[in-house]
């Protein structure tokens, strides 16, 4: 029986935590450790993975609900060997898939199940309804935050709001733009007392951070990944951590109640 690829998020609770360069990077190191990783943009209406990776696409996740391609067309390689599947950007119309369309895109994922390692959603941000679903869909969720107090704040209400509403209680977080460790585990440590107090059933585990780098912004600005551009800078050593600890995480063995991506054959494993 071939492995069940590792399906995780990448999400936060506010826009602005450089969530989406997290995902990106990522998927470069893990690409360069020998894993097939396809990154998803989840944000279906405003796009920004390709902006990122200074790609332009000419199908994405749109053309697979409206002109009748399928998942093949619109998987893209990109230079630093991993795939992306690109979202829309300033379409409508994906702002809000129904339930059929929800279940037609995971539906169409089934073919690649033998082909990853790694499937990368990187979410939009906040608790808007296709935010929820795709932190419903997959096995793991990595929360982003900073040290700013809003997006404490935005993180926690992601998460109450998938536990009370949704029952999800494990999440893995990252506090992206820290000064150093010390004060990174101090923004979690922040995040954990207060759904301690007022959530039960709450696991957070402290996956890591990323330093304030000057080569982040640059590679922004060169639309080159920074673990490419300067792997060697404190923010590219940090991700490759990052993606250490990702490589130990264990693909679930079975559905906990949502219907997730690759979801027929966690079921016949249940």
Not at 7 to 22: E, I, R
Request: with cysteine; hydrophobic share 45%.
């Amino acid at each position: 029986m071939s492995t069940l690829p590792l399906v995780f998020s990448v999400t936060s609770g506010k826009g602005g935590v450089g969530k989406t360069n997290v995902a990106v990077n990522l998927a470069c190191t893990l690409a360069a450790a020998g894993k097939r990783v396809l990154l998803m943009d989840g944000d279906l209406g405003l796009a920004s993975v390709d902006v990122l990776l200074g790609m332009t696409p000419e199908r994405n996740i749109f053309h697979l609900f409206f002109d009748g391609v399928t998942m093949r067309d619109i998987l893209y390689d990109t230079p630093y060997g991993f795939k992306i599947l690109p979202a829309s950007s300033g379409v409508s119309e994906m702002l809000s898939l129904d339930t059929g369309q929800k279940l037609d895109l995971l539906e169409a994922m089934d073919v690649l199940e033998n082909d990853l390692d790694y499937l990368i959603v990187d979410t939009g941000a906040g608790i808007n309804d296709s935010v929820l679903y795709f932190n419903l869909a997959v096995q793991e969720r990595l929360v982003v935050l900073t040290p700013e107090p809003t997006a404490l704040t935005d993180a926690y209400a992601l998460i109450k709001v998938m536990q009370m509403k949704h029952e999800v209680g494990r999440f893995r977080v990252l506090v992206n733009l820290a000064d150093d460790e010390r004060a990174a585990k101090d923004v979690f440590t922040r995040l954990y007392m207060a759904c301690d107090h007022f959530l039960t059933g709450i696991v957070l585990d402290f996956a890591g951070f990323v330093p304030k780098d000057i080569c982040v912004r640059k590679g922004v600005s060169r639309q080159v990944p920074f673990s490419v551009a300067e792997p060697q800078c404190p923010a590219s050593l940090a991700v490759r951590r990052l993606a250490e600890n990702v490589q130990s995480w264990e693909p679930a063995e079975s559905l906990d109640g949502n219907i997730k991506f690759f979801w027929k054959k966690l079921l016949f494993r249940s």
